[in-house]
Nanobody, 126 residues
Framework: QVQLVESGGGSAHTGGSLMLSCTGF????????VAWFRQAPGKQREGVAA???????TYTDSVKGRFAISEDRTKNIVYLQMNATKPEDTASYYC????????????????????WGQGTQVTVSS
């Protein structure tokens, strides 16, 4: 059983930075993908960033150039570095993971991921 736990959420002012961490993912197999999603009140959950075991990374357009997904395989941690934050980044952020082959056609679809964390709240104020 994989239990993902997010941390690092909190408050920031516009233009500030936050780093989210996701622990609990174990590098059991050679093929996998990890991702960050977010859900704002009254909105659907959306994919923010995804990475796979071959080092391929993708971002949703609204965070390109501002957010970065990375992994520390020695510590089993997946990060989301959030820079130049905006009020519209306010949401609950979730990490997700899947073992096996991952879609590069639709990498930010929830259906691609088997394991989910409980989320961490990020609030960006102007």
């Amino acid at each position: 059983q994989v239990q993902l736990v997010e941390s690092g959420g909190g408050s920031a002012h516009t233009g500030g930075s936050l780093m989210l961490s996701c622990t609990g993912f174990e590098y059991r197999y050679s093929a996998y993908c990890v991702a960050w999603f977010r859900q704002a009140p009254g909105k659907q959950r959306e994919g923010v960033a995804a990475a796979d075991s071959d080092g391929w990374i993708t971002y949703t357009d609204s965070v390109k150039g501002r957010f970065a997904i990375s992994e520390d395989r020695t510590k089993n941690i997946v990060y989301l570095q959030m820079n130049a934050t905006k009020p519209e980044d306010t949401a609950s952020y979730y990490c997700a993971a899947h073992y096996g082959l991952c879609s590069r056609s639709w990498p930010l679809m929830q259906e691609n991921y088997s394991y989910w964390g409980q989320g961490t709240q990020v609030t960006v104020s102007s």
